[in-house]
Every structure is written in structure tokens, then in C-alpha cells.
């Protein structure tokens, strides 16, 4: 997907958006960058006294973090790997005000190139810190930099008792996301500290409360971070201020104790920052106690989950296992939570809406009717679907729940709902010939003649049915044929 940089200029400074999203408002960025660097960087110089000192920055290609690391005179070598020379022009420009020109100082090497790729190459045991200042993953794919294969790596390319900082998302609006985080670096073999920062132009902009994560191969300890010189003229961190960011609410740290990792063969991070599922703000009477994370010492419990969540084939069997867990599950369950969202513009509550309107046209529908014309077009369809469409048939008129139904046929009926249902969320148009305005008068659809809606119906109906006979071979390949 093509990158879009925009840059706001105002009277007392700009801010940065990359895809719509904000990547710092010179106002506070200074909070930002110096939790991010300065904690890891000062504990390095202390483990490594009288040392020349590597960091290596993963992104960052902004300037900002790569000039708070330069405060350190103890740091000697600098490389920054970021794939957008889009955005080392900018920082060598447009930035520089605000850098001062970091990325031209003979400390520092600039990479353009993506980071897995960068890192994967370097030899063990080359960097005294690492700092991730990723941006905020748009997709599933972008969340390879935040997996335990990528932690691993970093944990490989530290010196023994390096130091990680890493960017996080938002503990306040994304708690699961970010204890997924958490438990990811435990998994990866690095202690991890998670800390909480008040970033202003975050919170105007709705991203709560902001979250970051310092580790280490070795225990990160508090006495240890007690003795750590932080560097002269910082504008917003204190050591006050630092040791208050290792605190956390309960009720938000508890969640880190139900969270499976983030591997590149079973992701799951992206699910959690689309699907957050808890209240984003809890009132402050539920608070409850406050967990400081220096005086805990845990070992990693996050579990490695059986599949991508936003995957169809987990979805029918979330789906499946719900109903036969229970023989009223129809009844009882809330199934908006079996839909997760897909996309970043989407929204739980779109899904909640959808599933409403989704009830009310299943109200209307004709079940006798729509069955005989299933069953007298059932010779174009294979063998197993036309049995389990005769089987549905029988058993509708029974009244039975759907739990009570033979098991290929409620996996058939299943299963066939999930393909629609998220058929219609990511192509709606195509699925269902749902016409559509395009904004010209004319459309490349409409080239052949007619409105178009032969054509997109049928490529909707072929598309869904090879995708159910895909997923009906996938999760019942082992079942007897009928």
C-alpha cells in the first residue's frame, strides 16, 4: 500500500502523519523520545562502564530518537535501518529544527532498508541497546517486527546484558495488544518492564495513555534503575516520572496473565489491536490497586494459540466448538463476539450493528421455500453438500437447535454462514450484487453493457462457493465422506 506523508505546520511547530495517522506533534514529542531512549541508553552506560557503546535504532527514521541518543557521549556508533528514504529526506530537511541534524553526524550510519531483513544479517553480540520506534501496525503484516521471532533476533544481536526499548501501543485503549507485547518479549527470552506515558497530542487524538517496553536478557532491577545518570537538559522525564510509568492499574495489568504471544506462524497481535474487547476507559472507582512492575520478577505465561483468530477457518471452528459446547448456545451466547473485526476502519460496534440488521433479514426468510430450491438445484452441487442440505431439510421440520442436528450438517450450515458473513464484510459488492456509486458517470464494470450486477453476482456466488469448498476441506478433510 502506497505511503501518504503529510506534515501540519503551525506557528509554534508542526506535526507528522504517516497514512492519516499521527507520528509526533513537535509540542511534546520530546515526552515520546525520551522514554524511549534515554532509560535504555543510561542503563547501558552503566552495565558497560568505560565502554564505546553500539545502538542500534530499528526505524526512527524521523531523527528525533537517534538525537536523544547522541546526548550520549558515551555512544560511539549509531545505526539507523528505516525503509523510507521518503522519510530520511524529510528528517534531513524539514525536520532538522527539530534533530538537529542527527542523521548527518559521523556517529551515525543511516540504512534504508526493512529492519527483519537488516537485523537478521548482523552477527551475534553486536549492539549494546536496541531502541524500536516502529510505527502503529495497519495491518497483519506489519506486525512481523513486533513477533517473538523478531524479539529473538534482537535478543541474538544484544551484547549479554544489552538493553531493548521498543515502542508499544496504548495499555488504556489497546490492553490486550499491549500485554500481548509483553508476553511476546518474555517468550523471546528477555525480562520485560512495561511502562505508561501521558503523551498530550496522543490523548487529543484519541490514543490513550501510551505504552512502551524496556528489557534485557538480564533482570532489570530497581535499585539498579535508581543509580542510572540521566543526561542534562531533557525536557519532560524525571526520575520521578520514570519510576511512576512502572505503575499500572490492576484492572488494566491483569489482563496480561490471558494473553497468547505474537509468533510470524500464529499471529495474533493484529486481532488484539482491532478486537480490544475491554472497556477502554474504566471508571477510576474500579481502578483498584496499582501494580508496580520493578518489584515484579515473572517469567513469561502468554500461550501460543492454535490459530490466526482472523483467519475463516478459525473463525467456523470458534463458531462450531461454541455450539456443541452447550445445547442452548444459540440462545445464550452473544456471536457478535465469533465476528471478530477485520479491518482498521471497521469497529466493534459496526459488527454489533450489522449482526442486528443481519437477524432482521434472517426473520424474513422463507426457511420451507428457500429449502426446496436448494434441494431441487442440489444436483449441481457435490455429492456432500447436497446430502447435508436433504439432512437439513428433515431436520428443520423437526424443530431441532442446532446442536441436536448431525454434525455435518451443522458444520455444513456453519460454516456456509461464516463465508457469507465475512464475504459481505470484506467484499460486500461482490457477494451480494449490492449496487454501488463510484463518483463518474461511468464505470469499466459497465464496459460489456448492462448495469453490471450479472457479471458481480456470479464472480460473488463462485467466490463464495470456492471458498467454503476450501474451508469445508480444511477444517473436515478427515471426516467420512457421505
Not at 568505560?50 to 531523527?63: M, W
Request: proline letters at 5%; charged letters at 20%; aromatic letters at 10%.
Amino acid at each position: 500500500m502506497p505511503t501518504s506523508l503529510f506534515i501540519e505546520h503551525r506557528t509554534n511547530g508542526l506535526a507528522f502523519y504517516i497514512n492519516g495517522d499521527l507520528q509526533f506533534d513537535t509540542g511534546d514529542e520530546a515526552v515520546y523520545h525520551e522514554y524511549l531512549v534515554v532509560p535504555a541508553v543510561a542503563l547501558a552506560v552503566q552495565r558497560f562502564p568505560q565502554t564505546n557503546l553500539r545502538v542500534l535504532i530499528c526505524g526512527g527514521g524521523d531523527g528525533l530518537a537517534a538525537r536523544d541518543v547522541l546526548r550520549f557521549a558515551e555512544v560511539c556508533a549509531i545505526d539507523l535501518v528505516d525503509f523510507s528514504s521518503e522519510v530520511i529526506e524529510i528528517a534531513n530537511t524539514v525536520f532538522l529544527p527539530y534533530n538537529g541534524g542527527s542523521l548527518q553526524s559521523d556517529r551515525v550510519t543511516v540504512r534504508i532498508q526493512e529492519a527483519f531483513e537488516f537485523v537478521a544479517a548482523v552477527p551475534d553480540n553486536s549492539y549494546h541497546a536496541v531502541i524500536c520506534d516502529f510505527t502503529y501496525p495497519n495491518t497483519a503484516e506489519e506486525t512481523a517486527i513486533y513477533s517473538r521471532e523478531w524479539f529473538q533476533e534482537i535478543n541474538r544481536i544484544l551484547i549479554p546484558d544489552g538493553i531493548v526499548s521498543t515502542n508499544g501501543v496504548s495499555p488504556q485503549k489497546r490492553a490486550l495488544g499491549f500485554w500481548c507485547l509483553y508476553q511476546t518479549l518474555l517468550s523471546a527470552g528477555l525480562t520485560a518492564k512495561p511502562l505508561a506515558v501521558k503523551i498530550p497530542s496522543f490523548e487529543e487524538c484519541g490514543l490513550g495513555i501510551w505504552g512502551f517496553l524496556l528489557g534485557s536478557p538480564t533482570a532489570i532491577k530497581r535499585d539498579e534503575l535508581k543509580s542510572i545518570a540521566l543526561t542534562d537538559s531533557l525536557q519532560f522525564l524525571t526520575r520521578e516520572q520514570l519510576f511512576n510509568s512502572f505503575n499500572f492499574p490492576e484492572n488494566i495489568a491483569k489482563y496480561r496473565r490471558e494473553i497468547a504471544i505474537h509468533t510470524l506462524s500464529c499471529p495474533q497481535l493484529f486481532y488484539y489491536l482491532l478486537n480490544p474487547e475491554i472497556p477502554s476507559t474504566p471508571a477510576a472507582e474500579n481502578i483498584g490497586e496499582i501494580v508496580d512492575f520493578l518489584d515484579i520478577e515473572e517469567l513469561g505465561i502468554g500461550k501460543l494459540a492454535q490459530g490466526d483468530r482472523l483467519q475463516l477457518e478459525s473463525i467456523v471452528k470458534a463458531w462450531l466448538e461454541q455450539i456443541y459446547e452447550s445445547p442452548n448456545a444459540a440462545n445464550h451466547q452473544d456471536f457478535s463476539k465469533f465476528l471478530p473485526v477485520q479491518h482498521r476502519y471497521h469497529s466493534p460496534q459496526m459488527v454489533e450493528e450489522w449482526l442486528i440488521y443481519l437477524k432482521q433479514a434472517l426473520a424474513e426468510v422463507d426457511i420451507s421455500r428457500l429449502l426446496k430450491e436448494l434441494l431441487d438445484r442440489s444436483a449441481e452441487l457435490p455429492p456432500k453438500f447436497a446430502n447435508n442440505f436433504k439432512q437439513l431439510a428433515t431436520q428443520i421440520k423437526t424443530g431441532q437447535p442446532l446442536s441436536k442436528l448431525p454434525p455435518q450438517t451443522a458444520q455444513f450450515i456453519i460454516t456456509l454462514s461464516v463465508v457469507l458473513l465475512m464475504a459481505n464484510f470484506l467484499t460486500p459488492d461482490a457477494v451480494f450484487a449490492k449496487g454501488f456509486y463510484s463518483g463518474s458517470s461511468s464505470s469499466s464494470s459497465n464496459s460489456s453493457g448492462g448495469d453490471g450486477l450479472g457479471f458481480t453476482k456470479t464472480v460473488g456466488l463462485i467466490t463464495s462457493i470456492g471458498a467454503l469448498h476450501w474451508l469445508w476441506n480444511i477444517l473436515f478433510k478427515n471426516s467420512d465422506d457421505e
